[in-house]
């Protein structure tokens, strides 16, 4: 497993591994993102594999899930990345831990209720992307 990093060191380690650019568009990078949420993880997720160099639009992007974890996962390099506890490597999962069906609607996951998870995908959250009824 990868070595957890202190929160104080997590953007410095990230924008150094990015080269203090954003990932996603090539601008200054001015915020380390949490690739998967850190509230997914025992521990805080503060691992290299979990952060990204986001510059502040594409950090919002990436907060409400209009850039996938692949996408941005894939834009640093990251083919190993730290998962939660009990997350599958199989599997697709967004940046608050809602599970990405093939069909591109989501499972609920273990923040669906949490409200910065419910503000930053409000514009989803009732228009069938999440299915309701799952086993």
């Given at each position: 497993?990868?070595t957890?990093i202190d929160?104080k060191?997590f953007?410095?380690k990230v924008f150094?591994?990015?080269?203090h650019r954003?990932?996603?568009?090539g601008?200054p990078?001015?915020?380390a993102?949490?690739?998967l949420?850190r509230?997914?993880?025992?521990?805080g997720?503060?691992?290299?594999s979990?952060?990204?160099?986001l510059?502040?639009d594409c950090h919002m992007?990436?907060?409400t899930?209009?850039f996938?974890?692949?996408?941005?996962?894939?834009?640093?390099g990251?083919?190993?990345?730290a998962?939660?506890?009990?997350?599958a490597?199989?599997r697709s999962?967004?940046?608050?831990?809602?599970?990405?069906l093939a069909?591109?609607?989501?499972?609920?996951?273990?923040l669906?209720?949490?409200?910065?998870m419910?503000?930053?995908?409000?514009?989803i959250l009732y228009?069938?992307?999440f299915?309701?009824?799952?086993s």
């Amino acid at each position: 497993m990868e070595t957890l990093i202190d929160r104080k060191s997590f953007k410095a380690k990230v924008f150094e591994r990015d080269g203090h650019r954003c990932v996603i568009c090539g601008d200054p990078a001015v915020d380390a993102h949490h690739i998967l949420e850190r509230k997914l993880f025992s521990d805080g997720g503060y691992y290299l594999s979990n952060g990204s160099s986001l510059c502040s639009d594409c950090h919002m992007a990436a907060e409400t899930t209009e850039f996938t974890v692949g996408r941005i996962r894939s834009a640093c390099g990251i083919d190993k990345p730290a998962l939660p506890e009990g997350f599958a490597s199989d599997r697709s999962y967004d940046k608050w831990g809602n599970e990405v069906l093939a069909d591109l609607r989501r499972r609920p996951g273990p923040l669906f209720d949490d409200p910065g998870m419910r503000k930053a995908l409000a514009r989803i959250l009732y228009d069938g992307t999440f299915i309701k009824n799952w086993s």
